[in-house]
Nanobody, 126 residues
């Protein structure tokens, strides 16, 4: 059974940094994509960043140059380093993983992902 557990959320001031972590247990796909999504109250869930087993990465335009997605495959960990945080980054952040590797153009689409964590809250104050 696949389980994704996020950690590292919190409250920071504008311009600050946070590092989110996701532990993936029971996830044994060799070809895959994993990603971070976020959802603010009243808004749709949006893709933030993704990475696949070839370490190809994709980012939403709103976070390019500020966020970095990395993975530690040996320890089944996924990370999201978030720098220069803005109030509009405030949201619940979710870790997600696919069942196999989809086409790259689907990496930031939430419907692409089969497995989801419970989320971790990030709040950025001005």
């Amino acid at each position: 059974q696949v389980q994704l557990v996020e950690s590292g959320g919190g409250s920071v001031q504008s311009g600050g940094s946070l590092r989110l972590s996701c532990l993936a247990s029971g996830y044994t796909y060799r070809n895959y994509a994993m990603g971070w999504f976020r959802q603010a109250p009243g808004k749709e869930r949006e893709g933030v960043a993704s990475i696949d087993d070839d370490r190809y990465t994709a980012y939403a335009d709103s976070v390019k140059g500020r966020f970095t997605i990395t993975q530690d495959s040996a320890n089944n960990m996924l990370y999201l380093q978030m720098n220069s945080l803005k109030p509009e980054d405030t949201a619940m952040y979710y870790c997600a993983a696919t069942g196999g590797r989809p086409p790259r153009f689907r990496y930031l689409l939430h419907a692409t992902y089969r497995y989801w964590g419970q989320g971790t809250q990030v709040t950025v104050s001005s």
